[in-house]
């Protein structure tokens, strides 16, 4: 008797422990959006404070379980993780997920600012699509990328985003000037601007001639590889080595050309380099 | 026996302030050794073999992980004591904004957490073309309490996601994103 009496109790015991249990209970979203309103339901009988803690919120207020809990939108506009907490004898928690919502607004960073022609992988670009709240977009959306230099079109590519990210890399155009990239998305553009510059001078060729002063030697046009004038101010060494030893000069590049005036009574030989590049070499015969 | 006694009394007399001299250097090291206690409970495994275009040299590898811990040191201290402190340079942009919101709504519910036993494994999975930002995947493991003054009101293991980006600063990563997600 006293056994039976044991067990009844152990399962009464349980169902009053299973009762207290169920007696208040939460249901949270499945899913939602950022900026969204939401509504979590309880379940029981009385009063209770209820929790909601989470990026960017937390939140304490006394609810009547048995009735629904409405989040405000203004609650929930940071994607993450959020935790409900219902406490009344004891505290219930259940989590959920807030996602980002549809795309707002695009960050677009491109490297470098200035970039020499014809240059392979020098021109990068990553953007990052962000909804209203700037929570990253982790759903895969298409960013198109372009690039145009005076309304000609050197590069265009759609790229998907992985992980809330999509990135370029492509060879810089063979024209100096100025080149306008985008990012687009649906509506959204992000728009950045780079300048191309002409690179390394090719062939450089230089001419001299004797004066009564000394020697006028001075370059040709100077232009890289693709024909690009050398930007003003670029430098180009003028050697000359005479009976009196070595003397370097100097000369900045004045549209397209580089001059300079080289003392020297003797026969000289004079040679021109800019940057990495050696030009020809003349020789000067000695002041008559 | 005279002695004896005497050196009885000397090492008392000596150990005394040297007892004092130990305690004032804990008491003094104590936030330090406390910090360091915080830093040493965050776990960080990092890995970047996946991460890409751009491959991260080691010195790149040992600064991020070192900042990324870092910047869950001071998250958790934060949540634990309402701070915004420690928010200060570890994060910017719109973690940093979120971060300093979420300490804010904590403050005025009178509500803190406990971030303890934290373990972060991370994966970099994109670092771009010009090393100015990298993406990582942190599947973080930790015991969170969270308190209402000082009652518990829930106290949990849990193992969460997150997608995070981090930028260099002048001599720092920061984390400027970090979201929560379902899965990767």
């Known amino acids: 008797m006293p056994r039976r009496f044991k067990i009844f109790a152990l399962i009464y015991f349980a169902a009053a422990w299973a009762g207290v249990c169920s007696a208040q209970d939460l249901r949270v979203p499945a899913s939602a959006s950022a900026g969204e309103g939401t509504t979590i339901s309880t379940t029981g009988n009385g009063k209770a404070t209820f929790y909601l803690v989470g990026p960017g919120a937390s939140r304490k207020s006394d609810v009547s379980l048995g009735e629904d809990i409405h989040l405000a939108s203004q609650d929930l506009q940071t994607a993450g993780r959020y935790l409900a907490i219902l406490c009344a004898d004891t505290c219930h928690s259940s989590a959920f997920y807030l996602s980002a919502g549809k795309p707002a607004s695009l960050s677009f960073i491109v490297h470098p600012s200035r970039v020499p022609v014809a240059l392979n992988d020098a021109v990068s670009g990553v953007a990052f699509p962000f909804d209203q709240y700037r929570n990253l977009v982790l759903t895969p959306v298409s960013v198109n990328f372009q690039l145009t230099a005076k309304d000609v079109s050197l590069f265009s590519r759609s790229v998907r985003t992985q992980n809330g990210i999509a990135w370029f890399r492509t060879t810089s155009g063979k024209s100096a000037g100025p080149v306008r990239i985008t990012a687009s998305l649906d509506d959204l553009t992000a728009t950045r601007a780079l300048q191309q510059v002409a690179s390394d001078p090719c062939n450089l060729r230089i001419t001299g001639q004797r004066t009564k002063t000394g020697i006028l030697v ?9 024909g690009n004038v050398l930007p003003d101010g670029t430098i180009v060494t003028f050697t000359a080595t005479g009976r009196d030893g070595k003397d370097t000069v100097d000369a900045p590049i004045k549209q397209g050309i580089a001059r300079a005036q080289m ?9 021109a380099a800019s940057g990495v590049v050696i030009g020809n070499e003349i020789r000067v015969g000695a002041q008559p | 026996m005279i002695p004896e006694m005497t050196i009885s009394e000397t090492t008392q007399s000596k150990g005394a302030p040297l007892f004092c001299l130990v305690l004032a250097g804990i008491l003094f090291l104590a936030p330090a050794l406390n910090s360091f206690a915080a830093d040493a409970s965050v776990q960080v495994q990092l890995d ?10 080691d010195l790149t590898e040992r600064g991020i992980l070192r900042d990324y811990r870092l910047a869950w040191t001071s998250m958790a201290q934060a949540f634990q004591f309402n701070s915004f402190d420690p928010l200060e340079g570890p994060f910017s942009g719109e973690a940093k904004h979120w971060l300093r919101q979420a300490v804010t ?22 670092y771009s073309p010009e090393g100015d930002v990298i993406e990582l995947h942190d599947t973080a493991q930790y015991h969170l309490q969270i308190l209402d003054g ?5 106290d949990q293991d849990v193992t969460v996601h997150y997608v995070v980006l981090m930028t260099p600063g002048a001599d720092r990563w920061t984390i400027r994103q970090l979201q929560a997600v379902p899965q990767f």
């Not at chain 1, 003392?263 to 000289?268: E, I, L």
């Not at chain 2, 709504?105 to 991370?122: E, F, I, K, M, P």
């Open chain 2, 150 to 154: 000082s009652k518990t009101i829930d």
């Open chain 1, 218 to 226: 001075q370059t040709e046009p100077v232009h890289d590889c693709t």
């Open chain 1, 263 to 271: 003392d020297s009574a003797g026969p000289t030989l004079i040679s």
């Open chain 2, 48 to 57: 970047v073999k996946k991460a890409g275009p751009r491959a991260v040299e």
């Open chain 2, 105 to 126: 709504s904590q403050q005025q519910s009178g509500l803190s957490c406990r971030y303890t036993n934290q373990n972060h494994r991370v994966d970099a999975v994109f």
